[in-house]
């Protein structure tokens, strides 16, 4: 048995002076450090949601007595009312044909006319609906979609495996903006990490320029309304750049539900002071 020992003892000085086998273990060391660090933090993270199973599964998986007479009774007036009951039959049978009768296309109107007062989607409605998933709600939870099945990925012009990366790691950062959509993908955008590198710039920029497009006409037709708005005959002289500033102001006002003052008017410090 002390020969066993003395050889393993022995094997082990020799390998542990041998300068490639200390490197090697050198090199390993930051890694294994790392895997064990996020190891902890893993289950951390898992230990709450462990015990919050565990304790609904204890609540409501476990036989309770007191509902045992309750579920006996609900059988027992299923079965009694739930039988075929012969005077019911007809009242059935009348329920029947009116469903058939008012449920189903009216032949006697043209399917030109069925449709006409149907509203009319945009074709890009889904991509409007997926952007629900853009949400600061949806996109730190631990349940959020994976990006490959949102489907406004496909017009990325850049390297996908760039933003499925951002994507994973974003719910690691402890995000101070998490209330306006775009206050929070600004934050994201501009973070930067230990080094001072921007972070989340590929999907931060992606989102953001998803944000700025309009899905449909109606922003391009408010910008030209409140344009002759503010720019009437009497304006007429109104140079290009105190334009775009107006409009961007009523724009910000509008938005934010703050009071517009007439287009005949000029904004004034007191419209202005309320802004941030």
């Known amino acids: 048995m002390d020969e066993d020992r003395n050889y393993s003892a022995e094997l082990l000085h020799q390998m542990y002076n041998d300068p490639v ?18 190891n902890k933090l893993y289950l951390a993270f898992l230990q ?9 599964n204890k609540l409501y998986l476990q036989p309770i007595a007191f509902l045992q007479p309750i579920v006996t009774e609900i059988n027992r007036v299923n ?12 009242i059935v049978t009348e329920i029947n044909r009116v469903n058939k009768l008012y449920l189903q296309p009216i032949a006697l109107i043209p399917a030109a006319d069925r449709h006409r007062d149907q509203p009319v989607l945009p074709s890009d409605v889904e991509l409007l609906e997926n952007l629900v998933s853009l949400s600061p709600a949806t996109v730190l939870s631990p349940l959020k ?10 017009f990325y012009s850049g390297r996908v495996g760039d933003l499925q990366q951002e994507w994973a790691r974003i719910g690691t ?11 929070f993908w600004i934050d994201v955008v ?6 001072g590198e921007q972070d989340f710039q590929h999907l931060g920029g992606f989102i953001l320029s998803l944000l700025s497009l309009p899905f449909s006409n109606a922003a391009v037709e408010w910008v030209f ?15 290009q750049d105190s334009l775009e500033k107006i409009l ?23 419209h202005l002071r309320h802004l941030p």
């Open 190 to 195: 501009t973070h930067t990490d230990a080094s």
């Open 173 to 183: 950062v402890s995000w101070t903006t998490q209330q306006d959509t775009e206050d």
């Open 248 to 270: 961007h102001v009523r724009g910000y006002m509008s938005r934010h539900g703050r009071n517009v003052p007439p287009g005949g008017r000029r904004f004034h410090a007191g």
């Open 225 to 239: 309304s409140t344009m002759n708005i503010v720019k009437t005959k009497l304006r007429n002289r109104m140079q």
């Open 21 to 38: 086998n200390k490197l090697y273990l050198a090199f390993l060391q930051p890694i294994v450090t790392e895997i064990n660090r996020v």
């Open 48 to 56: 709450p949601i462990v015990t919050e199973i565990n304790r609904v």
């Open 79 to 90: 079965k009694l009312y739930l039988q075929p009951i012969a005077f019911l039959q007809p």
């Open 145 to 154: 979609p994976p990006l490959v099945d949102v489907s406004f990925v496909r």
